[in-house]
């Protein structure tokens, strides 16, 4: 089950700037009776600090399988986007990529080196990766001033190399990001600025030490509508003329189209889909990845949509065997149940991890998986090892 | 979707809700507009602060001090010739109002039901006070169907809400507003923490209970793209005014208010060429801090001088009576008044809304 299996890096013409092979994070579960403490163990692993050394499993042996076998490639000056539900681990992704967590499995290559894992290494690899949080309203300090938030980051990690004084250099940020004249927004406190200027701020401090990769964490969930593309957009410019690869986490697939160059879909701690934006969008070949697109807001769409896998995701402490979407995949085969699907390549660059892009099964393999006993079709059935509150924990901060 | 009766259900004239008093009041909602027609779901769209929440707590008179209500009508017609105004009606004509005829959907309704009571005790209370003659068995039977209704099993009864998933308490949620049967039933943002699956499951569920029981429904959200597939009607709103108010596919082709046309070109398609989208520059004004005139022409892209003095009024356009319950289109813009032709985006044909089903 928890086979390594290619999960879709596109095909490398040159090393990527940052890349995870088969990354796997496993959060202990302390007492795994019901899904209620698995949510519970989430928390308490993301605090206590247990390394694989220390092995994974908590005192029951039950882990959540946040994130199974992952692998992405950042390439520069491209927007690589994650696309996910609350609970698929996108966060968690994204979190082993700034290395704010420990991978119970799988590597991490910057420009094709396994990164270091020294105090000195990992700073230097934050110098590199940078990571902008959802919520603006409580990532930046409510006691500190603009100018405190982007001077830290410099203080800390040396000035810039063109030899600027620490004011030009602040300005320039506050300018890179479209909040001129800078001089107005510098003795600003977080309050007195709008969530789409907070998370402008947010995006300077992330970029004041010049780093190559930017991880943007649901960047623009919070803000209002009529703001979100301005930001949107401030990241397309940066991507194109600053060269930087943007690791784009979101659950809004339309606005992954947008942005992005690639988008990576993920379901259940793993990768289901991966390909270039339109691509994944327009024809897209998961189940999965079909299911999201046919329930996303689209005024285009004449009548309703027909949903074809309704329900719940699945326990993560017990993931279904084989397929984690089989037991709500319309097209399910024998082989799903059994077997996790391999990414197999649909078209150039578009990875689907679905045996129905299998050429070579069996008979019996490819017979349709007999429906389970109770109806899965209802919404409650699955609901029994649905993570209590899964749906609000995309907003952790604001709470 | 069934085609709705004209009958106007709720009619609300020149609401005004201030929160506090004096010079220092702010003005949450000024001067709003809006005929709910029977069996419509009229979609009420903004941005936050943009006063959306506070009209409806000022329909249900249910919005809290410093809020106010400083002006306008609310009638609701529970039956052609009878009229309620909400506004001036007796405490004790609104507590048999409310739940009865209209409910409503609170915000994060997710978080609303109380942690310590089961769902079947939350359920059966609404009965218990409302139908004083059930039996409890009856109550029982009666929260059971209510659960079913929305697609959870009637075991569920004895959980607690911790017990239930994002999507399972939004459900219920939503089984309670219906217990008692209304006519109308406010929605505050009601799928917004949910999963984009989720949230058309439960759509698709409302759809279909809406059909079946032919409430009416103003549905309140942000999401316009979404607001434009399922509402039959929307309103927009900013900063507390309403500026243009349409049937939804009118809307979506055609909008007539440049702030409508900035909200429409800040969702990204699902489908066709990647187009720049520009969304609209600046943010939502501070409501202490309203600019003069059109409290939208900072941020518009078609501001004339007029505009910077003169408020414009939400004005009903001329020629456009278009299908849905027969709402007259209304934008508050200058370009709009007829003194010269709008720009073409603003002009758009509207198009023929006897061939789409809304």
């Known amino acids: ?399 | 979707m069934s085609v709705p009766a004209g009958h106007p259900l709720l009619e609300v004239r020149g609401l005004c809700a201030d929160y506090g008093a004096g010079p220092d009041a702010v003005h949450a909602v000024i001067g709003a507009d809006l005929v709910l027609h029977r069996g419509e779901v009229l979609g009420l769209a903004g941005e936050s602060g943009s006063g959306k929440s506070t009209l409806a707590y000022a329909i249900t008179r249910l919005l809290r001090a410093p809020g106010m209500i400083t002006g306008g009508s609310v009638g609701y017609y529970p039956q052609p010739g009878t009229a309620v105004d909400l506004l001036s009606a007796e405490e004790g004509t609104l507590r048999v109002l409310r739940w009865s005829q209209i409910s409503v959907v609170m915000q994060s309704a997710m978080n609303a039901l109380n942690p310590v009571l089961s769902i079947g005790s939350q359920l059966t209370d609404v009965l218990h006070a409302h139908r004083r003659d059930m039996s409890k068995a009856a109550r029982r039977a009666r929260a059971a169907d209510l659960l079913a209704m929305v697609g959870i099993a009637a075991d569920r009864l004895g959980s607690h809400p911790h017990e239930l998933s994002g999507g399972m308490r939004q459900r219920v949620m939503i089984a309670m507003a219906l217990a008692l049967e209304p006519q109308v039933v406010i929605m505050d943002e009601p799928t917004t923490a949910l999963d984009v699956v989720t949230q058309r499951e439960i759509l698709q569920e409302l759809t279909e209970l809406r059909e079946r029981l032919g409430f009416a429904v103003l549905f309140i959200t942000h999401d316009l793209s979404l607001l434009i597939e399922i509402a039959d009607s929307i309103a927009v709103m900013y900063a507390g005014r309403l500026v243009e108010r349409a049937a939804a596919k009118a809307l979506f082709r055609a909008p007539r208010h440049p702030y409508t046309l900035g909200l429409l070109s800040s969702f990204p398609g699902l489908h066709g060429p990647k187009q720049h989208l520009t969304g609209i520059p600046g943010s939502p004004p501070d409501l202490r801090r309203l600019p003069s005139g059109c409290v939208f022409h900072p941020r518009c892209s078609y501001v004339m001088d007029r505009c910077r003095t003169d408020a414009p009024a939400l004005l009903p356009l001329a020629g456009a009576r278009d299908g849905a319950g027969g709402m007259q289109r209304a934008a508050a813009c200058w370009l709009q008044d007829g003194s010269a032709p709008p720009p073409p985006e603003l002009a758009a044909p509207v198009p023929d809304l006897a061939g789409s089903q809304s």
């Not at chain 1, 000056?77 to 996910?84: E, I």
């Not at chain 1, 094709?112 to 902008?132: C, H, L, W």
């Open chain 1, 1 to 399: 089950m928890t086979q390594l299996h290619e999960a879709a890096p596109p095909p490398a013409t040159s090393t990527p700037l940052l890349e995870a092979r088969g990354l796997t994070k496993h959060f202990p579960v302390h007492h795994a009776v019901s899904a209620d403490r698995a949510a519970h163990g989430v928390r308490r692993g993301l605090l206590g600090r247990r390394g694989p050394g220390m092995g994974a499993a908590g005192r029951g042996g039950d882990v959540v399988h946040a994130v199974e076998s992952v692998s992405l490639a950042l390439d520069e000056a491209r927007v690589t986007a994650v696309v996910g539900e609350s609970g698929s681990g996108k966060s968690t992704l994204a979190r082993l990529l700034c290395r704010l967590v420990k991978p119970t499995a799988g590597q991490l290559l910057l420009d094709g080196d396994p990164v270091p894992r020294s105090g000195r290494g990992r700073r230097e690899y934050a110098r590199q990766v940078q990571m902008v949080l959802q919520d603006p309203f409580s990532s930046l300090n409510p006691v500190h001033e603009v100018r405190y938030h982007l001077a830290r980051p410099l203080q800390v990690h040396g000035p810039d190399e063109a030899g600027r004084s620490l004011d030009d250099t602040i300005a320039a940020l506050l300018e890179r990001v479209a909040l001129a004249p800078a001089d107005q927004f510098l003795r600003k406190y977080p309050h007195e600025l709008s969530g789409g200027q907070r998370q402008r701020v947010a995006i300077a401090r992330a970029l004041a030490v010049r780093p190559r990769v930017l991880l943007a964490d649901e960047p623009v969930s919070m803000l209002d509508v009529s703001i979100r593309l301005g930001i949107l957009n401030l990241l397309g410019d940066l991507c194109e003329r600053e060269r930087l690869a943007i690791l784009y986490i979101t659950h809004d697939i339309a606005s992954a189209r947008y942005l992005a160059d690639t988008i990576v879909v993920m379901y259940a701690g793993q990768v289901v889909e991966s390909g270039p934006a339109r691509t994944v969008t327009d024809q897209p070949a998961h189940p999965y990845t079909q299911l999201l697109l046919s329930a996303a807001p689209d005024p285009e769409r004449d009548g309703a949509p027909t949903l074809v896998g309704r329900g719940a995701p699945p326990s993560l402490v017990t993931p279904p065997a084989g397929c984690r979407f089989h037991p709500r995949c319309p097209h399910a085969m024998a082989v799903c149940a059994t077997a996790a699907p391999p990414g197999f390549d649909v078209a150039a660059g578009h990875v689907s991890a679905c045996w129905l892009q299998a050429r070579d099964l069996t008979a019996a393999q490819a017979s349709p998986l007999a429906p389970r006993g109770g109806g899965n079709t209802s919404p409650d059935d699955t609901s029994s090892n649905d993570e209590p509150g899964g749906g609000d924990d995309v907003s952790p901060d604001t709470r």
